[in-house]
């Protein structure tokens, strides 16, 4: 028999790994998050007590829904106190005289993406779409939404309460929209799916530079929407994704240091996700009917096909910034293309752009802009510049690998 600790440890390592797509399925099951939520909780706490006694199920997974699912039933029982005809209703309500439709594999394995296509209901505002999915879908907490965000944390949990209400009250289906409205629901969930590999291959706070459990989630609703939609700008951002998810051996030493872009060693990158990002973004572009993940993706390309910084070819790469700039004009992109023009044509050309960002109030807390500007003012020899953009972004930084390089950085200006 299994000891309770060795069985807390499993749980935990279960909530970790499963219970975004035990939600998503109990969401499906009893049509609403809230009952969800709280019948998700429930099955793990019912799983603490009878799995010591019983042992780990053969599928703890199909376990937990079932006993998540059940524990909802006996719920609303207590609440209504319900007469045997109206369980019996209920109870067909929630699926429970057909097991079929929540124990069949390829079911639940497609409730994510089913709760995606919900969260991101057009009849959500978009920012309430994004929040609710990164909330339900990847369980970030509402802190961790709000740094993504650059919003208010209170401002973010209003906006989920409200996209739950409105997806209740307006009883938007839980379901993959047809294909004749699928392009035009699109954009918002790979908007979604893009913010969730972005935390997860740059968290954006704590003691880990990286959360590979989100970045491979992203990458794997990357490739069921593929599967589902192969439109151009699905494989863009699928490209996107995994060509930067092919650095991430190189991203950090062992120690768990930040190694940015021009010091990784390459020998690390996976050349096996390059080759089928590339293979990816070239089918994309080659529709003419691609937009700014696919142009960001063939961006990436040739950072991951040159052999060194110096090898890496700057004109193509402002050349297609210039193409982003267009397709999706931000500061953002204006300060990723100053970068680029400061290895094409020098550091003082980097700066003036930046300069002429931050100038016009735009990217003030805003990390990398003054991290960048540090830099090209470092390389300037510019050292007071550089001290007080490194300073500024020091303050700005949330996650502590990037605090202890800004602080290397700084430290190395005193020398």
Not at 166 to 183: F, G
Not at 189 to 201: A, C, K, S, T, W
Not at 266 to 284: C, P
Not at 385 to 394: C, G, I, K, P, W
């Amino acid at each position: 028999m299994a000891t309770t600790g060795s069985i807390e440890e499993r749980l935990s390592e279960l909530y970790f790994a499963e219970s975004r797509r035990v939600l998503a399925t109990l969401i499906r099951l009893l049509g609403d998050f809230d009952a969800a939520e709280e019948a998700l909780h429930d099955a793990f706490r019912a799983a603490l007590e009878q799995w010591p006694r019983d042992g780990v199920p053969a599928s703890p997974r199909a376990w937990l829904v079932s006993a998540g699912r059940f524990k909802a039933i006996d719920a609303m029982r207590r609440r209504a106190r319900f007469d045997p005809l109206d369980e019996i209703a209920d109870e067909a309500a929630l699926g429970v005289v057909d097991p079929a439709a929540w124990t069949e594999e390829e079911s639940v394995e497609d409730d994510r993406l089913r709760l995606i296509f919900t969260c991101c209901h057009p009849a959500l505002a978009p920012d309430a779409q994004v929040a609710l999915t990164l909330r339900e879908v990847c369980g970030l907490k509402t802190e961790e939404i709000a740094r993504a965000f650059l919003t208010p944390a209170p401002t973010i949990a209003q906006r989920i309460v409200r996209a739950k209400g409105k997806i209740r009250d307006a009883r938007i289906p839980y379901q993959v929209p047809s294909p004749a409205e699928l392009p035009e629901r699109l954009e918002a969930v790979l908007r979604v799916i893009y913010l969730v590999f972005n935390e997860g291959y740059a968290a954006s706070s704590g003691t880990a530079l990286m959360r590979h459990d989100l970045s491979a989630e992203a990458i794997r609703l990357g490739r069921l929407l593929v599967e589902l939609l192969p439109q151009p700008e699905a494989r863009g951002l699928l490209a996107l994704m995994l060509l930067h998810e092919s650095r991430r051996a190189a991203r950090a030493t062992s120690t768990g240091e930040l190694v940015l872009l021009d010091d990784q060693d390459r020998s690390l990158w996976d050349r096996q996700q390059i080759a089928e990002g590339v293979r990816l973004v070239e089918r994309a572009l080659a529709s003419r009917r691609f937009g700014a993940y696919s142009i960001q993706a063939a961006i990436a390309a040739v950072h991951a096909e040159a052999s060194s910084v110096e090898a890496t070819d700057w004109v193509e790469i402002v050349g297609l910034y210039d193409v982003l700039q267009r397709l999706d004009p931000s500061p953002v992109v204006e300060l990723n293309r100053a970068v680029a023009v400061a290895m094409r044509d020098g550091p003082a050309a980097g700066v003036a752009i930046i300069d002429s960002i931050l100038g016009r109030g735009d990217l003030g807390d805003y990390r990398p802009a003054h991290a960048a500007r540090a830099e090209l003012c470092r390389q300037l020899g510019n050292t007071a510049e550089a001290r007080s953009s490194y300073t500024r972004a020091l303050s700005l930084a949330r996650q502590e690998p990037e605090r202890r390089l800004l602080e290397r950085r700084l430290a190395e200006l005193s020398k």
